[in-house]
């Protein structure tokens, strides 16, 4: 796991799917899943990520206790739908797997086609006629290539891997949400994430 000496959110709150080797048994399994088997969990994060730091091992329970409840909340045929919604108005999507881009914006003509039609954007006023209906076709579009994006993820690793969906917000004074809506404990494993706000 890679320990950040801050970042940057101007997000209000993070949703994630999570492609987990397997179910964790316990927050020692989870543990050794989320950091790559090579973190001391009595480590302290650093202060200038938050004001007082917690124990590695605080942030796996807490993200363990959230696993328990999606895994009530949610049945393995939801989660398709789950990332369907999560994408479904913007394309602020981002996949983190260790190919860059594995499942972003695959279908590279629909790609390109919004992204002709964001520069005829740039011909027209914000308010006029013509502006508001590229808009309505770029987000027609985004949406159909979110959903492509969402295909590929769900088909490579629903099969073999332990999905799972969690959502952190930071703007609510807790601190480990904070840090977790900010993905920084999951840069080990595949996930995607929508961010909003």
Do not use: C
Not at 176 to 182: E, N, P, Q, T, W
Request: charged share 35%.
């Amino acid at each position: 796991m890679k320990i950040r000496n801050g970042f940057v959110s101007n997000s209000s709150s993070s949703s994630f799917v999570l492609a987990l080797p397997h179910e964790p048994k316990s927050i020692e399994d989870l543990a050794a899943i989320l950091t790559g088997f090579d973190t001391d969990l009595n480590k302290t994060l650093s202060t200038d990520i938050v004001d007082n730091p917690k124990k590695i091992k605080d942030y796996v329970k807490r993200i363990f206790k959230d696993i328990q409840k999606a895994k009530k909340k949610y049945q393995k045929t939801d989660i398709q739908k789950f990332l369907y919604n999560m994408v479904e108005h913007r394309h602020y999507n981002h996949w983190r797997y260790p190919i860059p881009d594995m499942f972003y914006a695959v279908d590279k003509d629909l790609y390109y086609e919004i992204k002709v039609l964001e520069g005829k954007q740039e011909d027209y006023r914000y308010d006029s006629e013509p502006y508001k209906e590229l808009k309505r076709e770029i987000e027609e579009l985004t949406k159909k290539l979110s959903h492509v994006d969402v295909d590929i993820f769900y088909d490579k690793f629903s099969k073999d891997s332990f999905l799972i969906p969690l959502s952190y917000a930071d703007d609510d004074g807790d601190e480990i949400a904070y840090v977790l809506a900010s993905g920084l404990f999951f840069d080990e494993i595949p996930y995607m994430t929508e961010r909003d706000g």
